[in-house]
Nanobody, 125 residues
Framework: QVQLVESGGGSVQAGGSLRLSCAASGSTLSSYCMGWFRQAPGKEPEGVAQIASAGSTTYADSVKGRFTISKDNAKNTLYLQVSSLKPEDTGMYYC???????????????????RGQGTQVTVSS
């Protein structure tokens, strides 16, 4: 059983940066697709970024050029560097993973077998 634990969230001012981490245990994730999605209060969850087992990445249009997803297979950890933050980036950020190819954003949000409890990001103007 894979367990995912996010960390690194916090409160920052617009324009600031954070580095979110997702530590995995229970299995090596080198063959997994891993991703991040977020949910703001009262809104539907939104896919943010994914990284395939081979390292290819996908980003939502809303975060392209500002967010960077990466992973360290040796540490079994997924990262999301979030920069040039905007108030609309506020929300709970979740990591998710599945053993196989990456899917669509809706698959990431609703169908990936493993997900963490989330880390809160709050951006003030």
């Amino acid at each position: 059983q894979v367990q995912l634990v996010e960390s690194g969230g916090g409160s920052v001012q617009a324009g600031g940066s954070l580095r979110l981490s997702c530590a995995a245990s229970g299995s090596t994730l080198s063959s997994y697709c891993m991703g991040w999605f977020r949910q703001a209060p009262g809104k539907e969850p939104e896919g943010v970024a994914q990284i395939a087992s081979a390292g290819s990445t996908t980003y939502a249009d809303s975060v392209k050029g500002r967010f960077t997803i990466s992973k360290d297979n040796a540490k079994n950890t997924l990262y999301l560097q979030v920069s040039s933050l905007k108030p609309e980036d506020t929300g709970m950020y979740y990591c998710a993973a599945r053993n196989g190819p990456c899917g669509s954003w809706s698959v990431l949000i609703y169908r990936y077998k493993y997900r963490g409890q989330g880390t809160q990001v709050t951006v003030s103007s």
